[in-house]
């Protein structure tokens, strides 16, 4: 057995990495260079000690003990760089996924907890290896502790032991405090002699041994300044070695016992290590490969009879669906794991017993699902309504790592480090190509997924604590996935027969448009085709081209907006493509998936995708059908009320990023407007052209309201005057004058920036993140898109926030009035119910009282709302 003993010097390796690697980013943009460091040196540490015993000691705090001596002890030290403060968190959770003990205490320093250890562990007979970056620690070199001290980088190193350091300097080990004493040390602001350097210490050393028997000798000393010095500063000389003296007898609560090394914890280690994105490490390690192989052999029961002990509170389930649209997709079986063990249930044997049924639907069950949204939805269309959720892995997940395009379980569950697990495609395989599994097989990898879920669990949970993020999964996310669930389950009754008339009246424009396009081409060409296009347009016709691509001139709709003015062809094509996306897009695709029997579409609300916490809605995507062109808005007159005698009602905020602005930023002008129920825009005109109200023009109503906008997602000058077309400087000198007028904005997009840069994250006002590594790009193109990112998000995420909560708010409202009312859509900024006629009045009442009431900000929320026949109408 290995008696070998390491303790590291926690601060001072991790300065060291930090100022000898290159400054490093993960893809959330957190500083990872001293992490990395930190990593290479204890991989070689342990690949070539191999040791029985292992601490990393930190310094507790500023002050220690030395400070009582001497105020000015470490004084003049730079403060330490925020992009290594940032690292030292994740540092000590490095430590831990390696299994290495670390301790620090109060009021001494790391040196102290390495000096005694390294002592005890000699007493035991113990061989002691001390790392650091600082040659202090060389003092307490002696026959069975050697010393290494970071030379290049982190991992090449100088080693002391007492025969180099008198090699190095011709005085013994116990020599070196002295030394320390007399020439003092510039780095811990010990003073030492004045005029006394190293050649002179290690002189009078040689002759004098100590500090002490110098100090008694001074009359022998040659050297008129000399001799000066050393009876002026003997105190100082005294103190300064003192200062220097590690102890070797610290009141530590710690002992060889408590650091026992215990070797990787590969289930922390590898998500840590995807998290900070060392992809080396990765490598070494192989988890793909112990994936396969670990694999093998996880014990569970197969179950063709439900037993009590598979059905108890606090159980991991997971619902086996391969497909991905739950809505319609067969579920295969049912994996649980708890403290009792892991259990595969088949369909057949699980929703056929009634046991099972009152234990999915029993409130007081507690269970931990993925995606509890699916798991509700699912089983709903089976008439079973699953309750007691009291853990989504999925939504955890997704407030941890917004940035991360999840998609199945395994995905999830391997970036929080629990790698025994493959995805459906590796298991089934993918498309055409899927392959039936045994039952055996299959059972297996769904047990696996339960089991995947009940380990991740508390880890997730510490994480969003740490995040101060638990609230926002407890009491806004977690409620939400309920309320998207009954959305989708109700669906929006769709008239078919209104969108198969909208389709002949958009079929008989486009054919119109055809034919105008044809006249003013001179011939007849396929309009679909980009070649065919490109030849009249810059052939025929003489168009400048101002793109090209590789199969000829770009003819993309950036193009054609450019050259609108330039032919009256152009204008045409532009109107014929949105007719065609609409005809094939919204008219075509809606009739698709129209629900034969109910005459509804179920779409999909997509809770873990956005980084902003913006919710996206798919098969059909109800949040994109247009706006701006009256062929699009119509199409909403297809989406009616599902019952006799009931109106659709929309709620809508009103410039709610604006407001969010006002409150975040604090600028007293914007507020007092908001306050005043100005309308905004006017009121940005108003100082932005410097008139008065009634000279304020259409014209710059509008521009101001571009600026107003512009300014919420970071518009450049040169955005600005792309949207207004005005010139750059007209534009600036526009975005200038906003900042006049509101400077605290100005300071708010300033602060935000810096502040993301060195955070490497951004929050909302519930604290969702969004985590921009570009921000520190050298590329400026990539750099200022991440600035952009960084003034949007707080106040786009915020707003999601609000709508969010205002959902909850309704859901909880419509409950306790006992209302027939439901909840149907949320696009962006506006809720949309259906109501019976009866409840409009009330609805008038508590919709918006809900909706301005979600959060309180220092501006008002303000909620415009309409109602009728149609979606259409009720703008």
Same mark, same amino acid.
């Given at each position: 057995?290995?008696?070998?003993? =390491?303790?590291?010097?926690?601060?001072?390796?991790?300065?060291?990495?930090?100022?000898?690697?290159?400054?490093?980013?993960?893809?959330?943009?957190?500083?990872?260079?001293?992490?990395?460091?930190?990593?290479?040196?204890?991989?070689?540490?342990?690949?070539?000690?191999?040791?029985?015993?292992?601490?990393?000691?930190?310094?507790?705090?500023?002050?220690?003990?030395?400070?009582?001596?001497?105020?000015?002890?470490?004084?003049?030290?730079?403060?330490?760089?925020?992009?290594?403060?940032?690292?030292?968190?994740?540092?000590?959770?490095?430590?831990?996924?390696?299994?290495?003990?670390?301790? *620090?205490?109060?009021?001494?320093?790391?040196?102290?907890?390495?000096?005694?250890?390294?002592? &005890?562990?000699?007493?035991?007979?113990?061989?002691? %290896? =001390?790392?650091?970056?600082?040659?202090?620690?060389?003092?307490?070199?002696?026959?069975?502790t050697t010393v290494y001290v970071t030379k290049k980088g982190v991992t090449e190193m100088d080693v002391y032991t007492p025969e180099t350091?008198?090699?190095?300097?011709?005085?013994?080990?116990?020599?070196? =405090?002295?030394?320390?004493?007399?020439?003092?040390?510039?780095?811990?602001?010990?003073?030492?002699?004045?005029?006394?350097?190293?050649?002179?210490? #290690?002189?009078?050393?040689?002759?004098?041994?100590?500090? !002490?028997?110098?100090?008694?000798? $001074? !009359?022998?000393?040659?050297?008129?300044?000399?001799?000066?010095?050393?009876?002026?500063?003997?105190?100082?000389?005294?103190?300064?070695?003192?200062?220097?003296?590690?102890?070797?007898?610290?009141? $530590?609560?710690?002992?060889?016992?408590? =650091?026992?090394?215990?070797?990787?914890?590969?289930?922390?280690?590898?998500?840590?290590?995807?998290?900070?994105?060392?992809?080396?490490?990765?490598?070494?390690?192989?988890?793909?490969?112990?994936? !396969?192989?670990?694999?093998?052999?996880?014990?569970?029961?197969?179950?063709?009879?439900?037993?009590? *002990?598979?059905?108890?509170?606090?159980?991991?389930?997971?619902?086996?669906?391969?497909?991905?649209?739950?809505? &319609?997709?067969?579920?295969?079986?049912?994996?649980?794991?708890?403290?009792?063990?892991?259990?595969?249930?088949?369909?057949?044997?699980?929703?056929?017993?009634?046991?099972?049924?009152?234990?999915?639907?029993?409130?007081?069950?507690?269970?931990?699902?993925?995606?509890?949204?699916?798991?509700?939805?699912?089983?709903?269309?089976?008439?079973?309504?699953?309750?007691?959720?009291?853990?989504?892995?999925?939504?955890?997940?997704?407030?941890?790592?917004?940035?991360?395009?999840?998609?199945?379980?395994?995905?999830?569950?391997?970036?929080?480090?629990?790698?025994?697990?493959?995805?459906?495609?590796?298991?089934?395989?993918?498309?055409?190509?899927?392959s039936p599994l045994t039952d055996e097989e299959r059972a297996e990898h769904v047990v696996r997924k339960a089991d995947a879920i009940f380990?991740?669990?508390?880890?997730?949970?510490?994480?969003?604590?740490?995040?101060?993020?638990?609230?926002?999964?407890?009491?806004?996310?977690?409620?939400?996935?309920?309320?998207?669930?009954?959305? @989708?389950?109700?669906?929006?009754?769709?008239?078919?027969?209104?969108?198969?008339?909208?389709?002949?009246?958009?079929?008989?424009?486009?054919?119109?448009?055809?034919?105008?396009?044809?006249?003013?081409?001179? *011939?007849?060409?396929?309009?679909?085709?980009?070649?065919?296009?490109?030849?009249?347009?810059?052939?025929?016709?003489?168009?400048?081209?101002?793109?090209?691509?590789?199969?000829?001139?770009?003819?993309?709709?950036?193009?054609?907006?450019?050259?609108?003015?330039?032919?009256?062809?152009? @204008? @045409?094509?532009?109107?014929?493509?949105?007719?065609?996306?609409?005809?094939?897009?919204?008219?075509?695709?809606?009739?698709?998936? /129209?629900?034969?029997?109910?005459?509804?579409?179920?779409?999909?609300?997509?809770?873990?995708?956005?980084?902003?916490?913006?919710?996206?809605?798919?098969?059909?995507?109800?949040?994109?059908?247009?706006?701006?062109?009256?062929?699009?808005?119509? /199409?909403?007159?297809?989406?009616?009320?599902?019952?006799?005698?009931?109106?659709?009602?929309?709620?809508?905020?009103?410039?709610?990023?604006? %407001?969010?602005?006002?409150?975040?930023?604090?600028?007293?002008?914007?507020?007092?407007?908001?306050?005043?129920?100005?309308?905004?825009?006017?009121?940005?005109?108003?100082?932005?052209?410097?008139?008065?109200?009634?000279?304020?023009?259409?014209?710059?109503?509008?521009?101001?309201?571009?600026?107003?906008?512009?300014?919420?997602?970071?518009?450049?000058?040169?955005?600005?005057? &792309?949207?207004?077309?005005?010139?750059?400087?007209?534009?600036?000198?526009?975005?200038?004058?906003?900042?006049?007028?509101?400077?605290?904005?100005?300071?708010?997009?300033?602060?935000?920036?810096?502040?993301?840069?060195?955070?490497?994250?951004?929050?909302?006002?519930?604290?969702?993140?969004?985590? #921009?590594?570009?921000?520190?790009?050298?590329?400026?193109?990539?750099?200022?898109?991440?600035? %952009?990112?960084?003034?949007?998000?707080?106040?786009?995420?915020?707003?999601?926030?609000?709508?969010?909560?205002?959902? #909850?708010?309704?859901?909880?409202?419509?409950?306790?009035?006992?209302?027939?009312?439901?909840?149907?859509?949320?696009?962006?900024?506006?809720?949309?119910? @259906?109501?019976?006629?009866?409840?409009?009045?009330?609805?008038?009442?508590?919709?918006?009282?809900?909706?301005?009431?979600?959060?309180?900000?220092?501006?008002?929320?303000?909620?415009?709302?309409?109602?009728?026949?149609?979606?259409?109408?009720?703008?």
């Open positions: 057995m290995s008696k070998k003993v =390491i303790l590291i010097d926690g601060n001072s390796i991790a300065y060291r990495a930090f100022y000898a690697l290159p400054l490093l980013n993960n893809d959330k943009g957190i500083h990872t260079n001293a992490i990395y460091g930190f990593a290479m040196m204890l991989t070689k540490l342990i690949e070539e000690e191999k040791p029985a015993y292992m601490l990393v000691a930190f310094d507790a705090g500023k002050t220690t003990f030395r400070h009582a001596t001497y105020k000015e002890y470490k004084g003049g030290r730079q403060k330490t760089p925020p992009e290594l403060s940032e690292q030292f968190p994740y540092i000590r959770k490095l430590v831990q996924a390696f299994g290495i003990a670390q301790y *620090e205490k109060e009021n001494y320093e790391a040196d102290d907890i390495i000096g005694t250890l390294s002592k &005890q562990a000699e007493q035991s007979g113990y061989d002691v %290896r =001390i790392v650091s970056g600082d040659k202090d620690l060389t003092q307490l070199a002696s026959e069975k350091i008198f090699e190095k300097y011709g005085i013994d080990v116990e020599q070196i =405090i002295d030394m320390k004493g007399l020439m003092g040390d510039t780095s811990d602001n010990i003073p030492g002699v004045p005029g006394v350097g190293e050649k002179t210490a #290690i002189k009078l050393l040689k002759e004098y041994k100590t500090v !002490e028997k110098l100090l008694e000798s $001074i !009359e022998n000393i040659r050297g008129k300044k000399l001799k000066e010095n050393l009876t002026t500063y003997k105190e100082q000389a005294l103190m300064s070695k003192q200062l220097a003296t590690i102890l070797t007898e610290a009141p $530590i609560d710690i002992s060889l016992k408590d =650091i026992a090394y215990k070797g990787l914890d590969e289930q922390q280690l590898i998500p840590l290590y995807k998290d900070l994105g060392f992809e080396s490490f990765l490598e070494k390690m192989n988890p793909l490969e112990k994936d !396969e192989t670990s694999l093998k052999g996880i014990s569970f029961t197969f179950v063709h009879e439900i037993s009590e *002990e598979m059905l108890i509170t606090d159980s991991a389930l997971y619902m086996e669906m391969i497909e991905d649209n739950y809505h &319609q997709a067969p579920i295969l079986g049912f994996g649980i794991k708890n403290e009792n063990g892991n259990y595969y249930i088949p369909e057949q044997v699980a929703l056929h017993s009634k046991q099972f049924v009152e234990w999915l639907e029993n409130e007081h069950m507690k269970k931990y699902v993925y995606d509890a949204k699916r798991s509700i939805v699912a089983l709903r269309k089976r008439g079973i309504e699953i309750r007691g959720i009291s853990f989504d892995l999925l939504i955890a997940s997704y407030l941890l790592n917004p940035s991360e395009h999840i998609h199945d379980l395994s995905d999830v569950a391997k970036n929080h480090g629990y790698v025994d697990i493959l995805s459906d495609d590796q298991v089934y395989g993918k498309g055409a190509k899927r380990e991740l669990k508390d880890r997730l949970i510490t994480d969003l604590k740490e995040n101060d993020q638990y609230d926002l999964f407890i009491h806004l996310e977690s409620p939400l996935s309920h309320i998207l669930a009954d959305m @989708e389950s109700t669906g929006v009754k769709v008239d078919r027969n209104r969108l198969i008339q909208m389709g002949d009246e958009i079929a008989e424009r486009l054919k119109k448009i055809e034919e105008k396009i044809y006249s003013l081409a001179g *011939e007849t060409f396929n309009i679909n085709s980009p070649k065919q296009l490109a030849v009249i347009l810059f052939e025929k016709l003489g168009l400048p081209p101002l793109k090209k691509t590789k199969t000829g001139y770009s003819t993309s709709a950036d193009v054609l907006e450019k050259l609108q003015n330039a032919h009256p062809i152009i @204008e @045409e094509i532009l109107h014929y493509r949105q007719l065609v996306k609409l005809q094939t897009t919204y008219i075509d695709g809606l009739l698709k998936v /129209i629900h034969p029997e109910t005459g509804k579409v179920y779409t999909r609300f997509n809770q873990a995708l956005t980084q902003t916490g913006r919710l996206s809605s798919t098969e059909p995507n109800l949040q994109n059908i247009p706006i701006r062109l009256e062929e699009g808005r119509k /199409i909403r007159q297809a989406f009616i009320p599902s019952e006799q005698d009931w109106v659709i009602f929309s709620a809508d905020y009103s410039q709610i990023e604006l %407001r969010v602005l006002a409150h975040i930023s604090g600028d007293e002008q914007l507020i007092e407007a908001f306050k005043q129920g100005m309308d905004i825009h006017t009121k940005t005109a108003m100082d932005v052209f410097h008139v008065n109200k009634d000279e304020v023009t259409s014209q710059m109503r509008r521009q101001a309201k571009a600026v107003n906008f512009g300014i919420v997602y970071g518009i450049s000058d040169y955005g600005l005057s &792309q949207n207004l077309h005005i010139t750059r400087k007209e534009a600036g000198e526009f975005i200038q004058r906003y900042f006049e007028s509101y400077p605290k904005v100005k300071e708010y997009m300033e602060y935000i920036v810096q502040e993301a840069k060195q955070t490497g994250y951004v929050t909302t006002l519930l604290n969702r993140r969004r985590y #921009i590594p570009e921000i520190t790009s050298r590329n400026y193109n990539v750099r200022s898109f991440a600035e %952009r990112t960084a003034m949007n998000t707080p106040i786009q995420g915020s707003a999601a926030d609000i709508i969010k909560k205002a959902m #909850i708010d309704m859901a909880f409202r419509l409950k306790k009035e006992n209302m027939k009312t439901r909840l149907l859509l949320q696009v962006h900024d506006e809720l949309i119910f @259906e109501a019976p006629k009866e409840e409009i009045e009330k609805l008038k009442e508590i919709v918006p009282d809900c909706m301005e009431h979600a959060i309180e900000l220092k501006v008002p929320l303000k909620v415009d709302y309409a109602y009728g026949p149609t979606w259409f109408d009720a703008k």
